[in-house]
């Protein structure tokens, strides 16, 4: 169909705007087979190989995209004669290294707010999802032109194309006429397509990591004579340990370590699945590029020099990456320890110390910590399923290697040692669906680096970085240690355990003091050391001595044995009274002793043992050597239930407020950025009102006045007692600018204050707004930010002046549901103001939760929208309202929604949408679920 002049309701700017939107497009992605393929805009340099490409499609394929006979095809046929203009007419290619493998593309059809799109695929790359990732790019890019849906017509034998149509994700609406198959894509719902996106990539990524942790073959290349060289103990760990081929390269030596060797990778008989490199940094990218047309599929770079010395070694890395692209390898490291498979018996490191198979994964980001790690769980006696050193993570991140373990049937729990999170957003989605089948523990260092950016607003203040990092955790179900003792000690409880479903904790013991101390430490860690009820104390006294303490914690006295021990803990366990127990047991002899023997296998409630004064044991339960390491642990791992059970019926917040139209007002609000810098600007405080106003957000009643005259009306009209707020360019905190008049109660001290605004502010005064003042009650701070890399977080906190300063705050990520709105305000310090303080009324907590629920779905749904201030808020006992808000926007850049790791990728504040979480609070659980949460 023609284009025709014109652009559809809602567009952006310009081709210059377009073009902006484009660039973000271009970028490789995994394909279902896992292969790398390069996704791009057309380009006029791109006729001869966009000829070439539809001159080798076969006769069938060449019917489906033209309905006949090969057209001729004119240069403007091919790529747009003024380039791709989101708002006419778009062309993207899929390229394997540098041929062309897949054309999707869209033209405006004349007159409606939709665009036609049509796509072809070379034969020998068709099933393998190339159609569907440029249309999830095509769908993105009209979206973000404006227009309303897709529409495209296919030969009703074409079922491959079909297929694609009704799977991407979108709301299509089909009928048949003559043959042919008419689809139309609606373009308004997100959700699905984000998620079925998410899934396709999942599957994509997990398949592109098999070469590398679970090969037949493995080449080494860099391994010399040297026997205690790094190539040469790697060399010789993987000869020991791997039973699959192992093959050597090396430009001189005829065999290296017991192991013939080849001058170069393409000498080599068969194709190796992973390639180990081990030569100067220098020469890395060179190897790599050997490797690439060698055919092999993987490469760990195991050589220190690349970004983490500056300098050359970033040019360095980025080339290596963009060796990796062209061939469609993935590239682990560099600069990593390598990685370890025990179920293959595949040790490709060169650490000295070895593994014992277990089920635990273990991803490290610092090469040193890998190490620490790896000797720690080998003397604390812990399984390993599988190692993987991140490094510089050029390429394979732990979001690729979560994907993986997911469904690893060794694996039953992932640590993660992180100095940084590449792609926050993306780990949102993918750690959050991991985290209900398998618990992640997570050691993050960085804590005490916090306020990067410069605070603007109060809510901006009070969601520094690691908070940020805190939330992101915690919406996840992430769990946070904070020391290395920490992660390994949760690692060893849900090892073999299910997660507490609860808080509630019995702790049973021979010796009263530790006891003590066990309870201080669970009341510290958030745990309840409930009394046992009068029933179960009862069947108690029948196996522990007379003057043994039955309430909790239980206290069964010197003479106790680990039999009467199992005996106490099984009948506690079946009680339902509690959710976890806790042996604390002191060798009172001070001699050694036998080893007790505590097998635990209940499947319901966890346990863990804290052992004294020499004491040791053997069986399933884990151990710990103090009280305090064993509650930590415990407290830990019942975050991880509570997260369970919440997560489980979770629904993100509804209102009848249609969002889009939000969006667009806002859009429309955006003030033109100076030289072409995305600013945030604040809005008016008119513009600000109006907005929450339509989200359903409750505002004291208000109206805005130019002139002392029109003032004075307004106050009359709202009614005295009221308040004056001048709105002034570059103020954002009124009370500091004495921008700010309380308890106007006539006319003239209406046109007083006026006129003092006036003098006060010049020609930076744009308006006066009136607004009844508000009865008092208790003060909150509602608020948003858009962290440049996680994403929207709602922030709740003490409210009024002193927000910062009391430093009482929950954040959270966006959307969230009315049960997270609520547990935000119930960990508050000051939350006790709401329930009634030293006489005073209750507050009722739903309307509060309400607006944090509907200012999560406007940060969600409006990217624009950057930070976001209602301070304070006013609760009362007859509801809440807002008295002051403020609100900061700036343009936003739809990114594509798969992406791997480029060479050179913008780090714009992409919105964290509903979509992207999931509409009804549970968000992406991952393409499919083969197993239940620990």
Not at 190 to 211: I, K, Q
Not at 394 to 409: E, H, K, M, Q, T
Not at 823 to 838: M, S, Y
Request: glycine share 10%.
């Amino acid at each position: 169909m023609n284009a025709s002049v014109g652009s559809p309701a809602g567009a952006r700017g310009g081709r210059k705007d377009g073009e902006a939107v484009l660039g973000v497009f271009d970028r490789d992605v995994s394909a279902a087979n896992g292969r790398v393929v390069r996704i791009r805009p057309s380009r006029a340099s791109d006729l001869d190989a966009l000829r070439l490409f539809y001159d080798r499609l076969s006769d069938r394929s060449t019917y489906q995209r033209f309905f006949g006979l090969r057209p001729v095809l004119f240069d403007e046929r091919l790529h747009p004669p003024g380039g791709n203009d989101i708002r006419e007419r778009v062309v993207m290619l899929a390229l394997d290294h540098l041929e062309v493998i897949g054309i999707g593309e869209y033209s405006r059809v004349r007159g409606r707010d939709e665009a036609e799109v049509a796509f072809a695929v070379a034969d020998s790359h068709q099933h393998e999802g190339i159609a569907t990732v440029l249309l999830e790019d095509l769908a993105l890019i009209a979206r973000e032109a404006g227009f309303r849906c897709l529409v495209a017509e296919t030969l009703a034998g074409n079922d491959a194309m079909q297929l694609v149509f009704r799977t991407v994700g979108l709301t299509q609406r089909t009928w048949y006429e003559q043959g042919q198959v008419y689809v139309e894509l609606d373009l308004a719902g997100e959700e699905l397509l984000e998620d079925n996106a998410e899934g396709r990539d999942w599957t994509a990524a997990v398949a592109s990591l098999r070469p590398l942790l679970s090969p037949a073959h493995i080449v080494v290349i860099g391994a010399g004579r040297d026997p205690w060289s790094v190539g040469r103990i790697l060399l010789s760990n993987l000869v020991s340990s791997f039973p699959g081929r192992v093959s050597v390269v090396h430009p001189t030596e005829k065999t290296v370590g017991g192991v013939p060797a080849v001058a170069h990778v393409a000498d080599l008989d068969a194709v190796a699945d992973l390639a180990m490199i081990v030569v100067p940094a220098a020469n890395v990218v060179c190897v790599a590029d050997e490797c690439g047309r060698a055919g092999v599929a993987a490469v760990v770079v195991i050589s220190a020099g690349f970004a983490e010395t500056g300098g050359d070694g970033v040019n360095r890395e980025r080339d290596l990456l963009a060796t990796a692209r062209r061939y469609g390898m993935r590239v682990l490291g560099p600069n990593c320890l390598g990685l370890v498979s025990t179920h293959l018996g595949l040790n490709a490191t060169f650490m000295r110390q070895s593994m014992t198979p277990g089920s635990i994964a273990i991803a490290s980001q610092s090469g040193g910590i890998g190490i620490v790690l790896a000797a720690e769980v080998a003397h604390r006696r812990l399984g390993v399923s599988s190692f993987v050193s991140l490094g510089n993570k050029v390429d394979i991140s732990g979001n690729d290697v979560l994907r993986y373990w997911a469904d690893d049937p060794s694996t039953s729990v992932v640590l993660m040692y992180l100095e940084s999170i590449g792609d926050p957003r993306r780990f949102a989605r993918v750690a959050r669906a991991v985290s209900r089948r398998v618990p992640i523990v997570a050691l993050k260092s960085g804590r005490s680096e916090a306020g990067k950016r410069g605070a603007r607003s109060h809510t901006a203040a009070l969601a520094t970085d690691d908070v940020a990092i805190d939330a992101l955790f915690a919406h996840t179900g992430v769990l946070r240690a904070n020391t290395l003792d920490q992660m390994l000690d949760v690692a060893a409880l849900l090892a073999g355990q299910p997660a507490p479903s609860g808080r509630r904790v019995a702790l049973v013991g021979n010796a009263g003091g530790p006891l003590v101390l066990a309870a201080d430490s669970a009341s510290a860690n958030g745990l309840d050391v409930v009394e046992l009820s009068a029933e179960l104390q009862h069947r108690l006294r029948v196996l522990v001595p007379d003057a043994a303490s039955t309430s909790n914690p239980v206290d069964l006295l010197a003479t106790v044995n680990a039999e009467s021990m199992h005996a106490v803990l099984g009948e506690i366990a079946a009680s339902g009274e509690v959710d976890a127990c806790a042996v604390v047991s002191v060798n009172l002899g001070g001699e050694a002793v036998t080893p007790w023997q505590l097998d635990w296998t209940d499947t319901s409630v966890p346990a863990v043992a804290v052992l004294l004064g020499g004491l040791d044991a053997t069986g399933t339960m884990p151990t710990y050597p103090t009280p305090e390491r064993a509650m930590d642990a415990l407290g830990l791992a019942a975050t991880r239930g509570t997260w369970l059970a919440t997560t489980a019926d979770e629904r993100i917040t509804d209102v009848h407020v249609d969002l889009m139209a939000l969006r667009r007002q806002v859009r429309h609000s955006l003030p033109a950025p100076p030289d072409g810098l995305n600013e945030p600007a604040w809005l008016t405080t008119a513009d600000t009102f109006g907005l929450l106003e339509t989200l359903g957000i409750p505002i004291a009643p208000w109206a805005v006045g130019r002139s002392g005259r029109e003032c004075v009306q307004h106050a009359q009209r709202l009614g005295f007692p009221c308040v004056l707020k001048a709105d002034v360019v570059g103020v954002v905190h009124k009370s500091d600018e004495s921008a700010v008049v309380l308890g106007v109660a006539s006319a003239a001290m209406v046109r007083r204050v006026v006129s003092g605004f006036r003098h006060r502010f010049g020609d930076r005064l744009r308006q006066v707004v009136v607004q009844q003042q508000a009865e008092p009650g208790v003060e909150m701070l509602i608020g948003a930010v858009r962290d440049p890399a996680i994403g929207p977080m709602v922030v709740v906190a003490a409210g009024g002046t002193e927000a910062e300063l009391l430093g009482d705050r929950s954040v959270l990520l966006a959307p969230l549901s009315a049960a997270r709105a609520r547990w935000a305000l119930e960990r508050l310090r000051t939350f006790p103001r709401l329930r009634g303080f030293r006489g005073r009324p209750a507050v009722p907590v739903d309307p509060l939760v309400d607006i944090i629920g509907r200012i999560g779905l406007l940060m969600a749904t409006v990217p624009e929208i950057v930070e976001l201030d209602l301070n304070p808020v006013i609760a009362a006992s007859h509801g809440c309202v807002a008295v002051d808000a403020r609100v900061a926007v700036a343009p936003h850049v739809v990114y594509p929604l798969r992406a791997m790791r480029q060479p050179h990728r913008p780090s714009g504040a992409a919105a964290l949408t509903a979509a992207q979480i999931g509409t009804n609070g549970r968000g992406f659980d991952g393409p499919r679920r083969r197993r239940s949460a620990r």
